[in-house]
T-cell receptor, first 114, second 115 residues
């Protein structure tokens, strides 16, 4: 069965810290995605990757960066955390970028920046 | 621009009744797919159903069906025989061929099933 694992369910950090959110998938998927979810706004794409060492900006990349050194792992980095980055972060992976293949999601990380 | 709109922030339904969750979309791409996801309070996103823009028939998966009206650009989710476990957030999402696999999500609808 498909499994996307995010390293933390809950995380509390301080303003200005560098924060790492880790995501691992065990399905050999090439495509991986990071979203943030805020009430009333749905999910918004931060960054995505179609291959190892490849990354593309999504709709809201400011204040974030990503790393994909291995196919199964996609990390989201908050370079200098700010309170407006308090949110739910969801990682996803997919087998294909077209057709009926859905994105499979992790359980999410609820991040609070104090 | 690509856009997904869910106009119902919250809905209530009586247990065992059917409910329709609305979703309209906007795209100029002739090739696209529509997805519905369920998000319980625990947070995980669960894929429910998919409809392709060229599919001739409405998609069905168990108690879930999709009322796809291409000319009206709507893709409403119908849940039949609601159960208490259906209480959750529901998201409509679209992926178009020209957008390279990115999903665009609506704002979500919170469904509450009453016993």
């Amino acid at each position: 069965d498909v499994k996307v694992t995010q390293s933390s369910r809950y995380l509390v950090k301080r303003t200005g810290e560098k924060v790492f959110l880790e995501c691992v998938q065990d399905m050999d998927h090439e495509n991986m995605f990071w979203y943030r979810q805020d009430p009333g706004l749905g999910l918004r794409l931060i960054y995505f990757s179609y291959d190892v060492k490849m990354k593309e900006k999504g709709d809201i990349p400011e204040g974030y960066s990503v790393s994909r050194e291995k196919k199964e792992r996609f990390s989201l980095i908050l370079e200098s955390a700010s309170t407006n980055q308090t949110s739910m972060y969801l990682c996803a992976s997919s087998l294909s970028r077209v057709g009926n293949q859905p994105q499979h999601f992790g359980d999410g990380t609820r991040l609070s920046i104090l | 621009a690509q856009k997904i709109t869910q106009t119902q922030p919250g809905m209530f339904v009586q247990e065992k009744e059917a409910v329709t969750l609305d979703c309209t979309y906007d795209t100029s791409d002739p090739s696209y797919g529509l997805f519905w996801y369920k998000q319980p309070s625990s947070g995980e996103m669960i894929f429910l159903i998919y409809q392709g823009s060229y599919d001739q028939q409405n998609a069905t998966e168990g108690r879930y069906s999709l009322n796809f009206q291409k000319a009206r650009k709507s893709a409403n989710l119908v849940i039949s025989a609601s159960q208490l476990g259906d209480s959750a957030m529901y998201f409509c999402a679209m992926r178009s061929y020209n957008q390279g696999g990115k999903l665009i999500f609506g704002q979500g609808t919170e469904l509450s099933v009453k016993p």
